[in-house]
Protein backbone atom coordinates (compact mmCIF):
# COMPACT_ATOMS: atom_id res chain seq x y z
CA UNK A 1 0.00 0.00 0.00
CA UNK A 2 1.52 3.28 -0.71
CA UNK A 3 -0.18 6.41 0.62
CA UNK A 4 -0.18 9.68 -1.37
CA UNK A 5 -0.62 13.11 0.28
CA UNK A 6 -1.05 16.10 -1.73
CA UNK A 7 -0.71 20.04 -0.99
CA UNK A 8 -0.25 23.19 -2.67
CA UNK A 9 -3.91 23.68 -4.81
CA UNK A 10 -5.61 27.41 -4.11
CA UNK A 11 -7.02 29.97 -6.26
CA UNK A 12 -5.04 32.04 -8.94
CA UNK A 13 -5.92 34.83 -11.31
CA UNK A 14 -5.49 33.55 -14.63
CA UNK A 15 -1.80 34.29 -15.78
CA UNK A 16 -0.69 32.79 -12.38
CA UNK A 17 1.26 29.71 -11.22
CA UNK A 18 0.80 27.39 -8.62
CA UNK A 19 2.73 24.54 -7.68
CA UNK A 20 1.34 21.28 -6.21
CA UNK A 21 3.24 18.81 -4.17
CA UNK A 22 2.49 14.85 -4.02
CA UNK A 23 4.81 12.85 -1.07
CA UNK A 24 4.45 9.26 -1.00
CA UNK A 25 4.70 6.64 1.87
CA UNK A 26 6.89 4.57 -0.22
CA UNK A 27 8.23 4.48 -3.41
CA UNK A 28 10.25 1.43 -4.23
CA UNK A 29 7.77 -0.58 -5.77
CA UNK A 30 6.50 2.30 -8.16
CA UNK A 31 6.98 3.12 -11.64
CA UNK A 32 4.81 5.80 -12.63
CA UNK A 33 3.96 9.07 -10.93
CA UNK A 34 1.33 11.04 -12.58
CA UNK A 35 -1.36 13.67 -12.28
CA UNK A 36 -4.62 13.93 -13.21
CA UNK A 37 -7.76 16.45 -13.12
CA UNK A 38 -11.27 16.46 -13.06
CA UNK A 39 -13.37 19.08 -13.32
CA UNK A 40 -17.51 18.81 -12.19
CA UNK A 41 -19.03 16.86 -14.52
CA UNK A 42 -16.09 15.78 -16.74
CA UNK A 43 -14.15 12.65 -16.79
CA UNK A 44 -10.68 12.37 -15.13
CA UNK A 45 -8.01 13.38 -17.08
CA UNK A 46 -4.32 12.97 -18.10
CA UNK A 47 -2.29 16.06 -17.13
CA UNK A 48 0.98 14.45 -17.02
CA UNK A 49 3.25 11.51 -15.99
CA UNK A 50 7.02 10.53 -14.96
CA UNK A 51 8.59 7.34 -14.80
CA UNK A 52 10.72 8.09 -11.09
CA UNK A 53 14.16 6.06 -11.65
CA UNK A 54 14.49 7.84 -15.02
CA UNK A 55 12.77 11.25 -15.07
CA UNK A 56 11.11 11.71 -18.04
CA UNK A 57 8.28 13.11 -18.35
CA UNK A 58 5.30 12.72 -20.14
CA UNK A 59 2.35 15.53 -20.58
CA UNK A 60 -1.13 15.69 -22.05
CA UNK A 61 -1.57 17.99 -25.02
CA UNK A 62 -3.83 20.84 -22.83
CA UNK A 63 -0.67 21.45 -20.58
CA UNK A 64 2.41 21.57 -22.60
CA UNK A 65 4.77 24.30 -22.68
CA UNK A 66 2.80 25.67 -19.44
CA UNK A 67 2.65 22.39 -16.91
CA UNK A 68 6.62 20.55 -15.42
CA UNK A 69 6.66 17.99 -13.46
CA UNK A 70 9.68 17.51 -11.06
CA UNK A 71 10.78 15.40 -8.31
CA UNK A 72 12.53 15.09 -5.49
CA UNK A 73 14.08 11.61 -4.55
CA UNK A 74 15.18 12.01 -1.16
CA UNK A 75 11.73 13.40 0.25
CA UNK A 76 9.66 10.93 -2.17
CA UNK A 77 7.82 13.63 -3.46
CA UNK A 78 6.61 14.45 -7.05
CA UNK A 79 5.81 18.02 -8.07
CA UNK A 80 3.16 19.79 -10.34
CA UNK A 81 4.82 23.07 -11.50
CA UNK A 82 1.76 24.92 -13.06
CA UNK A 83 2.50 28.21 -15.33
CA UNK A 84 -0.25 30.12 -17.43
CA UNK A 85 -2.91 29.42 -15.69
CA UNK A 86 -6.27 29.55 -17.46
CA UNK A 87 -9.77 29.14 -16.27
CA UNK A 88 -10.31 25.89 -17.95
CA UNK A 89 -7.37 24.43 -15.98
CA UNK A 90 -9.85 24.78 -12.99
CA UNK A 91 -10.22 20.72 -11.53
CA UNK A 92 -9.52 19.01 -8.36
CA UNK A 93 -6.07 17.66 -8.86
CA UNK A 94 -5.14 14.14 -8.46
CA UNK A 95 -1.53 12.52 -7.89
CA UNK A 96 -1.30 8.75 -8.79
CA UNK A 97 1.19 6.11 -8.23
CA UNK A 98 1.31 3.10 -10.69
CA UNK A 99 3.37 -0.22 -10.08
CA UNK A 100 3.14 -1.11 -13.58
CA UNK A 101 5.96 -1.67 -15.86
CA UNK A 102 4.08 -1.28 -19.09
CA UNK A 103 1.76 1.38 -18.84
CA UNK A 104 -0.74 2.91 -20.61
CA UNK A 105 0.16 6.51 -19.34
CA UNK A 106 -3.52 8.15 -20.12
CA UNK A 107 -5.50 5.38 -18.66
CA UNK A 108 -6.75 5.50 -14.78
CA UNK A 109 -6.56 1.90 -14.62
CA UNK A 110 -3.53 1.05 -14.58
CA UNK A 111 -2.34 3.83 -11.22
CA UNK A 112 -3.26 1.82 -8.06
CA UNK A 113 -2.77 4.54 -5.78
CA UNK A 114 -4.48 7.69 -5.81
CA UNK A 115 -3.91 10.69 -3.46
CA UNK A 116 -7.46 12.59 -2.17
CA UNK A 117 -7.47 15.55 -4.70
CA UNK A 118 -6.63 19.42 -3.92
CA UNK A 119 -8.63 21.68 -5.64
CA UNK A 120 -7.53 24.56 -8.36
CA UNK A 121 -9.33 27.60 -9.10
CA UNK A 122 -8.51 30.05 -11.53
CA UNK A 123 -10.35 33.19 -12.08
CA UNK A 124 -10.90 34.59 -15.22
Known amino acids: QVDLVESGGGLVQAGGSLRLSCTASDLWSIYYMAWFRQAPGTEREFVGAMKWNSGNTYYGDSVKGRFTISKDNALNTVYLEMNNLKPEDTAVYYC??????????????????WGQGTQVTVSS
Open 96 to 113: AASPVWSISLMSTTDYYY
